[in-house]
């Protein structure tokens, strides 16, 4: 499903980096990405996401080779990965309902298959009841939970997730990550960046450790 071979990413400042990292996540699977500040967490997902491109190496998603897309296929290819950010990025003048929908108009679903699948999307997270809401009104986990509903109603095999839980308390965090189980356990592939590391002991998953853009530690409990 996800397959890095010996890939590199480099930046003019020199931070944020990789550096000739490999490894293989199967179709189905759930993991967790450690490592401090700058260590090359939000990179790697960034080039699993087609956000950015590998200098060297080769990157696999889905049975893609994302360094041969064509700039044409990028955006057909972006909707099999839904991505989850700590800011949320939810367009504050737009109702939750829109917020979600978002993915599917770009796409050019039609009106009554939007409403279905945002309804069940927003249902999922326990915010059905919001969705004429504005982001402003909700609290920090409501606007994480509309995140999570945004990054999966197009209902994508691959599901990427950068300190979804960076800004909430232990107890929020916790109903979060039982909200990635949820979807885990349905199939869908989960890599999620996170500094939590008790939280990610509580929930004995596989754990990758970058250093400095390298892949120090691969461990499954």
Do not use: C
Not at 152 to 159: E, K, Q, T, Y
Request: charged share 25%; proline share 5%; net charge positive.
């Amino acid at each position: 499903m996800i397959r890095f071979e010996n890939v590199s990413k480099s930046y003019p400042d020199s931070q944020g980096g990789l550096r000739e990292v490999t490894f293989r996540m199967e179709p189905g699977e759930m993991a967790f990405l450690t490592g401090h500040s700058g260590a090359g967490k939000s990179t790697l997902l960034k080039l699993i996401g087609l956000l950015e491109r590998a200098n060297r190496g080769q990157v696999w998603v889905n049975g893609h080779n994302l360094g041969r897309l064509t700039p044409r296929e990028v955006p057909l290819f972006r909707r099999q990965v839904g991505m989850i950010f700590q800011d949320h990025r939810l367009l504050e003048d737009r109702t939750v309902f829109d917020n979600v929908a978002l993915p599917l108009v770009v796409t050019g679903q039609r009106h009554q298959e939007i409403r279905r699948r945002v309804q069940a999307a927003l249902d999922k997270v326990g915010l059905l009841n919001k969705a004429r809401a504005l982001p402003v009104t909700l609290s920090g986990g409501e606007q994480q939970r509309v995140g999570i509903a945004r990054a999966v109603v197009s209902r994508p095999p691959v599901l990427l997730a950068d300190e979804p839980t960076g800004n909430l308390d232990p107890e929020l965090s916790l109903e979060i990550m039982e909200l990635f189980n949820q979807f885990n356990q349905v199939g869908v592939t989960l890599l999620i960046a996170t500094h939590d590391l008790a939280l990610v002991e509580h929930l004995s998953r596989r754990v990758l450790t970058l250093r400095e853009g390298r892949l120090v530690d691969d461990r499954t409990p």
